[in-house]
């Protein structure tokens, strides 16, 4: 988890914490989580990271 970005670890606490996570309930959390809006170009490829990291 070095190698991974503030943003990158938080989404995995998020997606940790929901019992089906999809994107806009990710989306929505992190929103929450941030207080401010999260960009789609934002969150699908931090996400895709993750994916690829395994």
Known sequence: MHDLTGFQRDLLYV?????????LAVKAEMEEYYESEIHHGRLYPNLDTLVDKG
């Open 15 to 23: 997606i940790g914490g929901l019992d089906e996570p999809h994107g």
